[in-house]
């Protein structure tokens, strides 16, 4: 019996030294593939194309010779090619791109991504037109929109009706943004009050909808407009809301919550500057300042001859200070001999009071006065920002300068309207826009000089440069135009600075060869306002 086993034992031990292994252990190393995405931008709008050329960076430094692709947003997939062109047809906030990469060779993915969003078409940085056609109050937005570094915005006309299936009203007269909270808010994107003497009078439209969300008449305690009180413009803060009549009559309410666009009713009674209430501020020159550290907004009241801070201030303890009228406190050393004083501008005219950030709350403002003698001033002070308190009775300022400027009296003349626009961010764009007639000038505050800057062919009813840095003009015209113009200084010959100053030219718009205009659209109505409007902002931001 031994001796079987050991045969079978040799045996076994004969037909496995006889095996050939035949398995691969020729090792090679992974082609391991690294892929970076990148975009154009991060934030798109219903439609838009969205493109990428992903970089793809090979370990052995030779790309494998078969891969398939696959791109998805938000876990979808949206295409199956190198590189991506898709149509954004997803709203979706800060969600991923990714790119997927396979080598067949391998059967190993290999994966790269960024993150987008993709909001409603309308929720989107660009510009507002107000305007009148055929009787008609009329809106439309254009989407900021660059295609290869190209401005090439996306028109849409007379969006509230388009949204709303009725006209919007008649008479229109101005639009302001309201106050957006962008963390914990009603809507990220800021809704627009737009005033109109007739129709339904004054009306809160979504910023990201353009849907109809109010009507101010129904927003007073009694229901209706105040006897004789006609608006003409209504600007919102973050607690305290102005709604401004024709007189230049101000009625105010103060929000239950900086978390809603509408709580709580405009009282029926004026907002006064007297402790007996007898005296009506004045608001028919608001300088219009978006910084909500600023604690409130300046205006000029012609019914008492001085600047006056009305408060928007609510402190962490929950004690509201906002609709308070406050007089500015300026020491009087600050003041020249022959300086106008803040506080007592009986001997003068106040054409033009505006604001622009010069620190954390602190505010300047410029003012375009007149003496009795006919002669014309820049005027510059810097408010203190508010911070409450019921001793509180004035407000700090600081009183900069009054500087006679020549040239102003051919501009401001009394012969056709004047409009204005003092550029926020004075350290990048150190100008106050003028316009008379079909002329657009401008105030160089760096020289302190006035300069001739562009002829358009139709009077200018509408001037704004809101955006980021100024970085665009919008000119609104009587006839329908709307023209946008390059606004920074780069490094080309064709900046305001080396153009209009320097080589003292003059922009002709409709000249083909022109290096400053950047669109031009006709026939939006005769233009009462144009406004760039931020995506998801309120605060003026430069940085």
Same mark, same amino acid.
């Given at each position: ?15 496995? #030294? /006889? ?9 090679? =190393? ?99 037109? !107000?305007?009148? &056609? ?17 401005? &090439? ?89 102005? @709604?401004? +009549?024709?007189? $230049? ?34 608001? #028919?020159?608001?300088?219009? @300042?978006?910084?909500?550290?600023? +604690? ?11 600047? !006056?801070? %009305? ?6 303890? $929950?004690?509201?200070?906002?609709? &308070? ?6 020491? =009087? ?35 375009? %006065? ?26 700090? *300022? ?6 006679? %400027? ?12 004047? /409009? ?8 990048? *764009? ?34 704004? @440069?809101? /955006? ?8 609104? !015209? ?15 010959d064709y900046t305001l600075k080396k153009y209009v100053i320097q080589q003292n030219k003059v922009i ?18 005769? %233009? ?12 003026e931001s430069f940085s």
């Amino acid at each position: 019996m031994k001796i079987k086993i050991l045969f079978v034992v040799m045996f076994l031990l004969i037909i496995t #030294s /006889c095996y050939e292994d035949k398995g691969n252990y020729d090792y090679r =190393e992974m082609n391991d593939i690294e892929i970076s995405v990148e975009t154009e931008s991060s934030s798109y709008a219903l439609g838009d194309k969205v493109t990428s050329k992903p970089k793809l960076v090979f370990t052995l430094g030779k790309e494998s010779s078969d891969l398939s692709y696959e791109w998805t947003f938000d876990g979808h997939v949206i295409a199956d090619t190198r590189d991506l062109e898709w149509v954004a047809d997803t709203i979706a906030s800060t969600k991923e791109l990714r790119l997927a990469v396979m080598d067949n060779n391998t059967g190993v993915t290999y994966f790269g991504s960024t993150y987008i969003s993709v909001s409603s078409a309308y929720a989107s940085n660009g510009w507002v037109v !107000l305007s009148e &056609k055929e009787g008609i109050s009329t809106l439309a937005f254009l989407r900021e929109q660059t295609e290869e570094g190209i401005l &090439k915005p996306v028109v849409t006309r007379d969006i509230y009706q388009m949204i709303n299936g009725v006209p919007m009203g008649t008479q229109p007269v101005s639009m302001y943004p309201h106050w957006t909270e962008r963390w914990d808010g009603e809507d990220k994107t800021s809704w627009l009050w737009v005033a109109q003497k007739g129709g339904q009078g004054a009306v809160d439209i979504s910023g990201s909808s353009y849907k109809q969300e109010g009507i101010l008449s129904q927003m007073f305690l009694s229901k209706s407009y105040p006897e004789g009180f006609v608006p003409v413009g209504v600007i919102d803060m973050q607690f305290l809301t102005m @709604a401004i +009549g024709e007189d $230049g009559t101000i009625y105010t309410r103060v929000k239950d919550s900086n978390l809603l666009f509408n709580s709580s009713n405009f009282l029926d009674r004026p907002l006064t500057s007297d402790e007996e209430g007898k005296v009506k501020v004045d608001g #028919s020159m608001i300088a219009y @300042a978006p910084f909500d550290e600023h +604690g409130g907004m300046v205006l000029y009241d012609k019914n008492s001859s001085q600047y !006056l801070h %009305i408060a928007d201030y609510k402190s962490w303890q $929950g004690y509201n200070y906002s609709g &308070k009228v406050l007089p500015l406190k300026v020491e =009087e050393y600050e003041y020249g001999p022959s300086d106008a004083r803040l506080d007592n501008m009986k001997d003068y005219s106040v054409y033009f009071v505006g604001a622009s950030l010069v620190d954390w709350g602190d505010v300047s403002y410029m003012s375009i %006065i007149k003496d009795k003698a006919g002669r014309f001033y820049i005027q510059k002070f810097t408010v203190e920002a508010y911070g409450g308190g019921s001793s509180v009775t004035k407000v700090g *300022a600081s009183f900069t300068s009054q500087s006679e %400027i020549e040239g102003l009296s051919s501009v401001i003349d009394g012969t056709s309207k004047n /409009c204005f626009y003092l550029c926020r961010n004075q350290d990048k *764009a150190p100008y106050l826009f003028i316009s008379k007639g079909e002329t657009l000038y401008f105030y160089y505050t760096d020289g302190n000089k006035i300069y001739t800057c562009a002829q358009f062919d139709s009077p200018i009813t509408s001037i704004d @440069a809101e /955006c980021f840095n100024n970085k665009y003009i919008i000119v609104g !015209l009587e006839n329908g135009d709307v023209y946008i113009l390059k606004g920074d200084d780069d490094n080309s010959d064709y900046t305001l600075k080396k153009y209009v100053i320097q080589q003292n030219k003059v922009i002709q718009v409709n000249d083909a060869e022109n290096k400053f205009v950047l669109f031009h659209e006709k026939d939006f109505g005769r %233009i009462i306002q144009v406004r760039y409007k931020w995506k998801e902002s309120w605060n003026e931001s430069f940085s």
